[in-house]
């Protein structure tokens, strides 16, 4: 992984696809999802670029890239090991997932998918931007996670590669064994190329650290005991020299098997929930996902950089279903209350575009300026298809968001000035419907389209007076809406007008941010302190065993190091991260706008201490990492200290080894190799007295490997 801390600008610039890559010892990294062809070092940003390798190898540990980027980030919330990534954030705020640039994240309607939406098998790296940006828009306010994927073929005739994979538990159980099969053919000639692939996957149970099988979520979804199928497509045209044309088409479902049920625990003796085979009501949870974009990029038009970019993108996430004991989706006027079985969906759909141009300023070439304009359309619901009712009604969002950056180098580029203005044009558009009759009854509520516009600024300054040794100062400001799915089903009284429902307006979150950064010569070391706020902030709480969205004021601050050391052994690596981090929200409603109570584990992360050692010389590599989660209390009401959620911490080490031969690449991963039991971090500070949903960590299991490059 290749970390670079630099200032944040969120500004949009242009969403091109991979075209630069790293160039030895004078690096010169394009971070693509930074929206700008200029180089990292000469960016005020904060982002972590994790290449191929590292991608890999924390792929064949945890078996995903959300796996991935929670272990290698140590401000990124420990993953829940489910199909849903509620309660997952990065700096305590949620991140927008990307393809290419191209958003996953439903913010309308959050169903919480957006991190398994592509087979890591078809992603070339992620680059990972850090805190509150309105670099791609909507959505960024925790950070972006762009997964970038694999380029064109770089010869002329076939070229490809191939994977085959095998996954068990520690006691090689028979319903815990799981395997990946993968392909990836590549060919072009002259100014044409194709790239195709497909890859299945099937997932055995899980196990945790005493033996017994992990829990199945049924209602939120489940990665263990799934299928998972993927294809993938890239098709190029080089214009000329400089100009390129790329359609990009990918889709990906993944589906429980429905084999298992879940029996509950007893948090007060600390007994998980566990699974037993059976067959659950209604379809099985699924999450599937289309995405196409079509790009063109022209790097030397009239001495500048012009991309164009139309993208379509469209998801449903089905989620599990029972007869509802808290009664939600109970109706008298169907079947009499306590017997109604239902299940919902989410469907989404965004059409978008985006538009940027840059170049040096004639007569001023230390300037770069970008100018550019996003368009995106959405429209999502929330269904229960069993009874085919309306949760969640249609809802359309509508964005036009012009914008302009500049950059300016001084003092021979050890000092430069950024700043931008992006100005968001917004509007939701919800017809007439009524709530479910759980809600209070159910009611009529008066649709409409409220309409709200902003302007995010975004400025910095980064001074570098030796190369590979920087301090930087900034200001961004992130821009989003609160999860106005839930919002309006959740709506149980009569007289609401949506034109004028103050909960529905947006959410703009301001982060600053100071840091220092030594690049030079064995050591690679980083210290950032960062601070959020957002004024009329969005959080997700439990109310009667469904959470719904509360708007209250947000202050988040964090301290993040890390440090990397090459050792006097040649190719070991030894390297450590840390963050710590407070979030604080206004809990009492007494009226005064102060923030007076901790963020629970659905908002904010533990703090985390990681350390690894990695070894890479000829054709062995290796890695051994440690995560350290450190114990911490959350106060739930203000002023009551004996009113707290007790988070107690754990450790899990995994380990990497990969040897390279004429006939490919042989790999063997162990996820929590000391097979230590644990119940996770969301289950501990969210809802650690639901003995449905007490849910360990998964145990010891390893992956073997073997891949093939022509």
């Given at each position: 992984m290749i970390r670079h801390s630099i200032l944040v600008v969120p500004l949009s610039l242009c969403a091109c696809p991979a075209f630069a890559q790293d160039t030895g010892p004078e690096e010169r990294i394009v971070v693509t999802a930074a929206r700008t062809v200029l180089p990292i070092n000469a960016l005020p940003l904060t982002v972590d670029v994790i290449d191929n390798a590292a991608l890999s190898q924390q792929v064949a540990i945890g078996g995903s890239i959300v796996d991935a980027v929670s272990a290698l980030t140590p401000s990124f919330s420990p993953t829940r090991q489910k199909l849903s990534g509620a309660g997952e954030?990065?700096?305590?705020?949620?991140?927008?997932?990307?393809?290419?640039?191209?958003?996953?994240?439903?913010?309308?309607?959050?169903?919480?998918?957006?991190?398994?939406?592509?087979?890591?098998?078809?992603?070339?790296?992620?680059?990972?931007?850090?805190?509150?940006?309105?670099?791609?828009?909507?959505?960024?306010?925790?950070?972006?996670?762009?997964?970038?994927?694999?380029?064109?073929?770089?010869?002329?005739?076939?070229?490809?590669?191939?994977?085959?994979?095998?996954?068990?538990?520690?006691?090689?159980?028979?319903?815990?064994?799981?395997?990946?099969?993968?392909?990836?053919?590549?060919?072009?000639?002259?100014?044409?190329?194709?790239?195709?692939?497909?890859?299945?996957?099937?997932?055995?149970?899980?196990?945790?650290?005493?033996g017994g099988r992990v829990g199945t979520d049924l209602t939120q979804g489940e990665t263990q005991d799934s299928r998972s199928w993927s294809v993938f497509g890239r098709f190029g045209y080089a214009v000329s020299d400089t100009a390129r044309l790329d359609l990009m088409i990918n889709r990906f479902q993944l589906k429980g098997e429905g084999d298992y049920v879940a029996i509950e625990g007893d948090h007060t003796n600390d007994v998980p929930t566990t699974s037993v085979r059976g067959i659950p009501p209604g379809v099985p949870a699924t999450n599937r996902t289309e995405s196409a974009a079509l790009t063109y990029t022209d790097t030397n038009l009239w001495g500048g950089n012009l991309t164009l970019q139309a993208f379509f993108n469209r998801s449903r996430d089905t989620y599990g279903g029972e007869v509802d004991p808290i009664a939600t989706f109970q109706d008298a006027a169907l079947a009499p209350i306590g017997t109604l079985f239902d299940q919902s969906q989410n469907r989404s759909r965004k059409y978008g575009g985006k538009f940027s141009y840059e170049r040096k300023v004639p007569g001023l070439e230390a300037l770069t300026a970008t100018l550019g304009l996003d368009v995106l359309y959405d429209k999502t619901e929330q269904r229960l298809i069993a009874t085919d009712r309306s949760w969640v009604p249609p809802t359309e969002y509508r964005s036009l968001a012009p914008f302009a950056q500049a950059n300016l180098a001084l003092l021979d580029d050890k000092l430069h000035l950024a700043g931008g203005v992006r100005y968001e044009d917004v509007q939701i558009t919800i017809a007439d419907y009524r709530t479910l009759a759980s809600y209070g009854g159910g009611f009529a509520v008066s649709g409409g389209t409220p309409k709200f516009s902003d302007t995010l600024f975004n400025g910095g300054v980064i001074l570098e007076p030796w190369k590979g040794i920087r301090a930087y100062a900034s200001y961004a400001e992130g821009y989003t809406v609160p999860d106005v799915g839930r919002i309006a089903r959740a709506v149980n009284k009569p007289g609401i007008d949506i034109d004028d429902y103050v909960n529905i307006s947006p959410i703009v979150s301001n982060n600053r941010e100071l840091g220092v950064e030594l690049k030079r010569g064995p050591l690679d070391a980083s210290a950032a302190y960062f601070w959020s706020t957002s004024k009329n902030g969005s959080l997700l709480v439990q109310s009667g065993g469904v959470f719904e969205v509360q708007r209250q004021r947000v202050e988040i601050q964090g301290l993040e190091i890390n440090l990397s050391a090459r050792t006097p052994v040649p190719g070991l690596t030894l390297s450590a991260g840390y963050a710590h981090l407070i979030g604080r929200t206004d809990g009492s409603a007494d009226g005064i706008e102060k923030v007076d109570r901790d963020l629970d584990g659905a908002n904010i992360s533990p703090d985390r201490l990681n350390l690894a050692a990695s070894y890479r010389r000829g054709a062995v590599s290796a890695r051994v990492q440690t995560q350290f989660f450190l114990s911490r209390k959350f106060e739930r009401t203000p002023g009551n200290y004996d009113d707290t959620y007790s988070f107690g911490g754990y450790n899990v080490t995994d380990l990497s080894l990969r040897y390279d031969t004429p006939f490919g690449g042989l790999t063997l991963a162990a996820q929590n190799v000391f097979d230590a039991f644990y119940i996770d971090y969301y289950t501990q500070t969210v809802r650690p007295t639901d003995d449905d949903h007490y849910f360990a960590g998964r145990g010891r299991n390893f992956t073997l490997g073997w891949n093939y490059r022509f």
């Open positions: 954030t990065l700096r305590g705020r949620s991140p927008l997932y990307a393809i290419n640039g191209i958003p996953q994240t439903a913010p309308l309607r959050d169903g919480a998918r957006d991190g398994f939406s592509i087979d890591p098998f078809f992603v070339d790296r992620v680059e990972v931007i850090y805190g509150s940006n309105a670099l791609q828009g909507i959505g960024g306010t925790g950070g972006i996670v762009n997964q970038v994927t694999v380029g064109p073929p770089q010869h002329d005739g076939l070229s490809g590669r191939v994977l085959v994979q095998g996954n068990s538990d520690t006691g090689f159980s028979g319903d815990g064994i799981g395997g990946k099969l993968a392909g990836l053919i590549g060919w072009r000639q002259g100014q044409v190329d194709a790239t195709v692939g497909a890859v299945f996957e099937k997932r055995g149970v899980f196990y945790d650290g005493h």
